[in-house]
C-alpha cells in the first residue's frame, strides 16, 4: 500500500513535470530573443512609416531618435540567438525562420548589410525634413521585406 501510494505521487509528479521540461528548451530562449529584436525594430519603424504615410505629423526630434535607435540596434551582437536548427522545420508555430538561412549561409548576410547601409542613411536623414525622412525610410522598409521574402515562412 505504501509503495502503491509512493507510484502514484511519482506519477503525478512525472506528469506535472512534463510540461515543464518542454519549456525549458534552452533554444525557445533564442527564438523569442531574436524575435524580441525583431518586434523592437518594428517598435521605431511604425512611427516612421506613420510620418511619411502623413497618418502622423512629422516630428524632426522622434523621427531622429527612432531612426537612431534603430542604428543603435545594429551594433547588437545576438547571432548566437540565430543557431543552427532552430528553423521553422524544428519549432513549427513558434518561428518563422526558414532552414534556407543556414543552408545558403552567409546568403542572408548581404541582406543584413543592404538592411544596415539603408538604417544609416535613415539615421542620418531622418531629422533633416519629411522629404528627406520619406525615400530613406521606403529604403528601409524594401530592406525589411526583402529578407523576410526570402529566408521567413510566408502565410
Ligand atoms: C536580414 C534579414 C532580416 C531583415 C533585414 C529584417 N528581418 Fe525581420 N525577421 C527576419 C527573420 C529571419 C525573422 C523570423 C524570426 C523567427 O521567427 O525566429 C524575422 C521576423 C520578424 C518579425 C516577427 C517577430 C516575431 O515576433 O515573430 C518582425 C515584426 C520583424 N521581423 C520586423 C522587421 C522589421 C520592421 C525589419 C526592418 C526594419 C526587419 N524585420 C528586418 C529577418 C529579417
Redesign the pocket.
Known amino acids: 500500500m505504501k509503495n502503491l501510494s509512493k507510484i502514484c505521487l511519482l506519477l503525478i509528479g512525472v506528469s506535472l513535470l512534463t510540461p515543464g521540461l518542454a519549456a525549458k528548451d534552452p533554444n525557445l530562449k533564442l ?1 523569442k530573443a ?3 529584436e ?2 523592437l ?2 517598435y ?2 511604425g512611427p516612421l512609416f506613420g510620418m511619411a504615410k502623413g497618418k502622423m505629423e512629422y516630428d524632426a526630434a522622434l523621427a531622429s531618435k527612432l531612426a537612431n535607435n ?1 542604428k543603435t540596434q545594429l551594433s547588437l551582437d545576438i547571432g548566437g540567438t540565430w543557431k543552427q536548427g ?1 528553423d ?1 522545420d524544428a519549432y513549427p508555430g ?5 532552414g534556407k ?1 543556414w543552408s545558403t549561409y552567409p546568403e ?2 548581404n ?2 548589410k ?2 544596415a547601409n539603408a ?1 544609416n542613411e535613415l539615421a542620418d536623414a531622418a531629422g533633416n525634413g519629411l522629404d528627406a525622412l520619406k525615400p530613406k525610410i521606403s529604403a ?2 524594401k ?2 521585406k ?3 521574402d ?3 515562412e510566408q502565410k
Not at 94 to 98: E, G, P, V
Open positions: 527564438l531574436r524575435q524580441g525583431m518586434q525594430r518594428a521605431n519603424v534603430l532552430t521553422v513558434k518561428t518563422t525562420a526558414l538561412i542572408i548576410s541582406y543584413g543592404k538592411y538604417v528601409v522598409g530592406t525589411c526583402g529578407c523576410h526570402e529566408f521567413r
